[in-house]
């Protein structure tokens, strides 16, 4: 086992599955944590995305007396699920912020969102309208925000999803990309007239590579994202570098196990990401620009059965990781009234509720705390499983996700070689059926709508060789947590 170890492929993610039969009972994998050190992780890696029109205030389709603010420090239940959760970012905008039925938010609307940021002690990207909008409109509202809420604003952003096609129809001013880049310029600098120091952040691209050049949204070949990376990098006006990521686009016509066997596949690990990451992302990247993706989501609208089903939780933990191995400032999961892929949604009764995905996003809060570590792999069998390692100044994490769904699904056993300077070792499994909305735990626990969570790690214990044995049952992930003293 050591000597196929020494010869196992230097991977900083692996993913890899074949068909087998049933019999087998578990399957031997082995991981060795490498000394090499990869990207950090910013500590507001986790994030959701809202609708710009759910920050006014509104009935947002629930019974209620009167209108109200959902973002709001006052809201202390949805305050308790960011904190909960660990969610450090909020992105508001979305396709709300260019339609002109949705107000556009002033004074009190800021209020609201940054005081609610400022109680869940988290940072806003605030997106201004850029579709027949009004340039004039942004820097008064602009001042307003930096003026007041400065520690709580990340960046702001102008516009979103330019890049399609039903875009460019809308706006006379904007029908390809070089008036688009002009259009976002001129709102810039009006805001930056009112706001010197304003930080930005764009473009909020929505097509992902290679749809974009069936979708007729790229530019002499290539993504919107990479021709508005190379034109700003030098501008001084950006910041950072926005994509939206919906994997496996539209849901018509998907059904629910056709949903669950792509999210837990290995295909979206070794194609669809990658895809996106070196002909999109990785050259933003060499422009000296972070990226964050501040849409993402398995699929437009979701998949009853799937998008809201355990299997969402494993596919983000999986998808939170690759990216944050993969360089990534930041993933935003994002949030519609009320959609299958949402994290957090209200009920009929005005109550939160969190879909199975909040349970990846907390497995995910327990394991990324630091730095992007290399692991060698030996993973003979060819089992469906990835496996990541962060380190901190403490602790070593390793998340381990066994995605085996179907009828041949096989356990794994799991040799894990951290090193000698881990003396002592935790960990906390993420379980539940994949095609089910409830019964998930988290180191034996449900979290609640509230976010909170009592879950348990249980102590390991290594073998005389300074290794450690994990049984992992197919559709569930487990983080191991390290320590030398």
Same mark, same amino acid.
Request: aromatic share 12%; glycine share 4%; hydrophobic share 50%.
């Given at each position: 086992m050591r000597q196929a170890c020494? =010869?196992?492929?230097?991977?900083?993610?692996?993913?890899?599955?074949?068909?087998?039969?049933?019999?087998?009972?578990?399957?031997?994998?082995?991981?060795?944590?490498?000394?090499?050190? &990869?990207?950090?992780?910013?500590?507001?890696? +986790? &994030?959701?995305?809202?609708?710009?029109?759910?920050?006014?205030?509104?009935?947002?389709?629930?019974?209620?007396?009167?209108?109200?603010?959902?973002?709001?420090?006052? =809201?202390?239940?949805?305050?308790? +699920?960011?904190?909960?959760? &660990?969610?450090?970012n909020l992105r508001v905008g979305g396709g709300t912020v260019d339609t002109p039925r949705h107000p556009i938010p002033g004074p009190a609307e800021a209020d609201q969102l940054f005081g609610f940021a400022k109680a869940a002690g988290i940072k806003v990207i605030f997106s201004f309208r850029l579709l027949n909008g009004n340039p004039a409109s942004a820097p008064p509202i602009a001042a307003y925000i930096w003026e007041r809420y400065r520690p709580q604003l990340e960046y702001f952003a102008i516009g979103n999803e330019p890049d399609w096609r039903s875009y460019h129809h809308s706006d006379p001013r904007i029908t390809n990309y070089p008036s688009y880049l002009a259009a976002w310029r001129h709102f810039a600098t009006s805001i930056r007239a009112a706001v010197p120091d304003a930080p930005f952040a764009g473009p909020d691209t929505g097509s992902d590579y290679p749809v974009f050049r069936a979708a007729d949204t790229d530019f002499e070949g290539e993504s919107w994202t990479r021709r508005f990376a190379d034109d700003e990098k030098n501008s001084g006006m950006i910041s950072e570098i926005l994509q939206h990521d919906y994997v496996g686009q539209l849901a018509k016509g998907v059904s629910a196990p056709q949903a669950i066997d792509a999210m837990l596949s290995r295909d979206w690990d070794e194609t669809e990401y990658p895809a996106l990451y070196n002909q999109v992302l990785a050259p933003v990247a060499a422009d000296g620009l972070p990226f964050r993706i501040t849409e993402a989501n398995d699929r437009v609208g979701g998949v009853d059965g799937a998008s809201n089903a355990f299997a969402s939780a494993l596919w983000a933990l999986d998808y939170m990781h690759w990216w944050a191995a993969h360089g990534c400032a930041g993933v935003n999961f994002h949030n519609n009234e009320w959609l299958k892929t949402d994290t957090i949604f209200l009920g009929t009764n005005g109550a939160w509720h969190l879909n199975p995905k909040a349970y990846g996003i907390k497995a995910f809060a327990l394991g990324s705390h630091g730095t992007v570590m290399a692991m060698h792999i030996s993973n003979p069998a060819a089992i469906n499983l990835t496996a990541y390692a962060v380190r901190d100044a403490v602790s070593l994490s390793v998340t381990i996700i066994n995605k085996e769904h179907d009828a041949t699904a096989r356990k794994a056993t799991v040799t894990l070689s951290p090193g000698p300077d881990w003396k002592h070792a935790a960990v906390v499994f993420l379980k539940g059926r994949p095609e089910k909305k409830t019964g998930a735990t988290l180191g034996g626990a449900a979290i609640g709508n509230d976010g909170s969570w009592n879950g348990k790690w249980k102590s390991l214990r290594s073998d005389e060789f300074g290794d450690w044995i994990l049984r992992l049952p197919a559709s569930s992930a487990a983080v191991v947590r390290f320590s030398s003293r």
């Open positions: 020494a =010869n196992s492929l230097f991977l900083f993610f692996c993913s890899v599955t074949l068909a087998w039969h049933a019999a087998a009972a578990s399957t031997p994998v082995t991981l060795i944590v490498s000394n090499s050190i &990869g990207v950090a992780i910013p500590d507001d890696f +986790i &994030g959701l995305s809202f609708e710009a029109s759910i920050v006014s205030a509104g009935p947002n389709k629930i019974p209620r007396d009167k209108p109200f603010y959902l973002f709001s420090p006052t =809201n202390q239940s949805l305050i308790a +699920i960011f904190k909960n959760l &660990g969610i450090k």
